[in-house]
């Protein structure tokens, strides 16, 4: 891992930039020297690390004492694309348009996309978790259908947050069964692009023995900035 840049914010955060091999990311620690738990944040069906919703939660994260990182895994962010991919978000946005249905195209994209994100978010651990200042346990918060593959493969993992806002590939619905971590979900209830009697399905079948689900009025972007100051109790009981 080698770092970028170096930068210390206004709220006392230090943001770092770096690489790992071709993966670019950028870590948020708090002043703190002693060691502090880490937070792996992922946004929503590949967009970039640099999102500012994602950049402010990172950053508010980290003042509560977290290490908090992000990473553009293959296919995300402004990382290349493979022409498969080129073929699948045009066919998206074309049907879009069109007002066809989407879930084909969805199951077709999401999928490979996770299978490509998953070693590179583990391989990003591993070198994380061998810096002085960043400790364990380990938490996830963001994008569901990531978060459900990582958190079922990757034993580090000891808390999720999930933002029920994209798309989860219908064969994960079994691969929820095996998430067993404390858990909350996050689910705006008029979410255009993503039913809820499907993000409610999805939580009904994580194997979590806590998990909570929080549910708010509005649409995809509308999640209350109060959610991300739960988000933090809620890994404050499990992380620290």
Avoid at 22 to 43: K, R
Avoid at 173 to 183: D, N, S, W
């Amino acid at each position: 891992m080698q770092f970028t840049s170096e930068q210390r914010l206004d709220d006392g955060v230090l943001a770092r930039e770096f690489t790992l091999g071709e993966i670019p990311g950028t870590l948020w620690t708090p002043e703190s020297a002693a060691p502090a738990p880490l937070i792996l944040m992922a946004h929503n069906n590949g967009l970039p690390k640099a999102e500012p919703r994602l950049v402010a939660r990172a950053r508010s994260t980290a003042r509560c004492g977290y290490a908090v990182a992000a990473i553009d895994a293959a296919g995300c962010g402004g990382r290349p694309r493979s022409a498969a991919d080129e073929r699948a978000r045009a066919e998206l946005r074309r049907a879009m348009r069109a007002g066809e249905p989407l879930d084909g195209i969805f199951e077709s994209f999401i999928g490979p996309l996770v299978e490509k994100a998953v070693p590179e978010w583990r391989t990003t651990l591993d070198a994380l978790l061998s810096l002085p200042g960043v400790g364990g346990p380990v938490g996830y918060s963001g994008w569901m259908a990531l978060g459900i593959r990582l958190a079922a493969v990757e034993p580090r993992i000891a808390a999720a947050g999930f933002f029920a806002g994209g798309y989860v590939p219908r064969a994960q619905g079994e691969e929820a069964r095996q998430i067993t971590v404390p858990l909350l979900m996050l689910l705006q209830w008029d979410d255009e692009g993503n039913p809820r009697q499907r993000a409610l399905d999805l939580f009904d079948a994580f194997g979590s023995r806590e998990k909570t689900l929080h549910a708010n009025t509005g649409g995809h972007t509308g999640t209350p900035w109060f959610e991300v100051e739960d988000a933090n109790r809620f890994f404050g009981r499990h992380l620290k």
